[in-house]
């Protein structure tokens, strides 16, 4: 009887669940055609051919405000990657996306019949928009050339072969919940390098490549004027005045974006296919207080240790709930003119806005200096003889640990002011805006993007953790199973070792030639030398019959990955397929040091699974 309710229960909650996700009567198209239109009430979408992106009409959660867009049908949040309209939003009712028969113009209208957008084929032959498997949607002529495509026109996301070109830019979002256009691009300067700025109605200001370095410095040519970026389908963005980077997933077969953020920074995402979760693979700054403006005008970026934003001592924010807004003052400027008084902010600085410079100069000198009414404070630095950089604005503050020097604020003295709660310890600091994105410290260059990876597999393992768990292996092991073991055991470990490339055996069979080229052997397993389809040189480790339980595959995965962290040598993926167990690496060509070290390793990480203290020992390295 208790079982019967349970069931019964547990299938009604399943069919739930699914009516959630399926809602009720979407249609879906593969072209719209001429003279054809979508409402925005009619529930009907244009998917790619192989379905991995949809076109219509997209609402924020919990918002009544429509955009039509682009986005990835198979990630959780289905990941918007362009919109038509992403300043304007339209109504909830009555707006419509149509191809018009008169002109074969893609038109979309709101509630009231104002046009919103429209593409600019005025007069063409234009006979249907198709969405094409990159994402693309474009409208065609009977012939099928392609007349317009969003690809021409990116919003804050390229795709793979989406090419970036001189004229065009990537603009990031102002907000959470909104797609209206932010203060931060990603453009080819006219230098010809690609870079982001900061580009807002008061100031612009360039922030990568570091703005202290020559194009050189930064690896960069001004040289080629071609002016193309572009992110292949193997994680590799390629650029024109030669920068690359590649995902750290390198390969094929990988939904990727290169997205430019709400906090400036510029990140290639992998989609995680099993839980359709996107984790960071590469980004271009590596510390979030790098980038220019993220606490607007007045603003300090602090390390606390993650990072905020605070006001300049005697500024407060203008808008309590938009950092692009900035901080203004608490005092009249006039009173600057007068009586003022200097507060020391150490190991800050402004960036730009200097009216002067002067080396040589002392801390006195540069005081006296900053009494010129367009003087807001200034910068000193400690080297040498000590440096003087007088400030017209205080833009972009951050504080920076290895910065030799202070920076020394201008106020009125009569104001009360302490300093910023940073400088402290205590507890008077605003939330940044990008809380969860935790970007390391400038002595841990490669680190904190695999945290911040970790951040995002492990919160997804708590939260698919709660539903899967209690979901699925409740309902199965209470009802429908006699046996042990879920199935979803395997699942929990797939999702941790999600950062790495799956492969296949045939795949890994063939790039090692049916491991022929032995490299050394281990107590777990042999290596073999091997070339992947994308012609990296890889070494695969054949893991013995001690590695055929899960449990200790899934293990030695994870503790693989941790020292991955370490960079000793770089882990690429792995293949669990029947009783086959095989982890791929990166073959590092100095064999006589690397293969003591490889075997080394490998004994070490045993030792650890083995004994019970993996947890423990974890982070410890072999000795060079
Ligand atoms: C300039 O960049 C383009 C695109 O990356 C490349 O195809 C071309 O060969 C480059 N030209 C020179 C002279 O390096
Ligand atoms: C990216 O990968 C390609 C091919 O494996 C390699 O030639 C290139 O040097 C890599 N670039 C970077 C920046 O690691
Ligand atoms: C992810 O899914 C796509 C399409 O379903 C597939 O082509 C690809 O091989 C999958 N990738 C991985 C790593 O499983
Ligand atoms: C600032 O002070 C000046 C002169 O004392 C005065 O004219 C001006 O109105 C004041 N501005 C504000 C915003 O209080
Ligand atoms: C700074 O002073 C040192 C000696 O005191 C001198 O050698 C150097 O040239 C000066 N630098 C500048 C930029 O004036
Ligand atoms: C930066 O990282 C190093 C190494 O982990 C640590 O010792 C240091 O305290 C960190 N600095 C800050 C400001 O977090």
Redesign the pocket.
Known sequence: MRNLTLKFLYLLFLAITLSLFNSANSKSMLRLKRGASISVEGNTFITSPDNSFTCGFYAMPGSKAYWFAIWFTNSKDKTVVWTANRDRPVNSQGSRISIQGADGTMVLTDVDGNIIWQTDTRKSDVSAAELLNTGNLVLKNPRGDILWQSFEVPTDTLLPSQILTKEKRLTSSARKGSFASGYFNLYFGSDNVLSLIYDSPDTSSLYWPNPEYDVYTSGRTNYNGSRSAVLDDTGLLRSSDHFHANASDKGFGIKRRLTIDQDGNLRIYSLINSTGLWVITWQALSQACLVHGVCGTNGICVYAPTPKCICTPGYEMKDPSDWNAGCKPTFNNSLLNSQVKFLELSQTDYFGSDLYYK??FTLEACRELCRNSLCKGFTYRTW??GHCYVKSDLFHGHMSPDFPGSVYIKLPRSLQVSKPSIFHGSSTICESREAEILVGNSSMYDIPRRTARWGYIYSFCGALGVIELLFIVLGWWFLFTKHGVPASVEDGYRMISNQFRRFNYAELKKATNNFREELGRGGSGVVYKGVLADDRVVAVKRLGDVFQGQEEFWAEMTTVGKINHINLVRMWGFCSEGRHRLLVYEYVDNMSLDKHLFRLKFSRMETKIFSGSRYSQRFSLPPP
């Open positions: 080396p040589n040498g003889n």
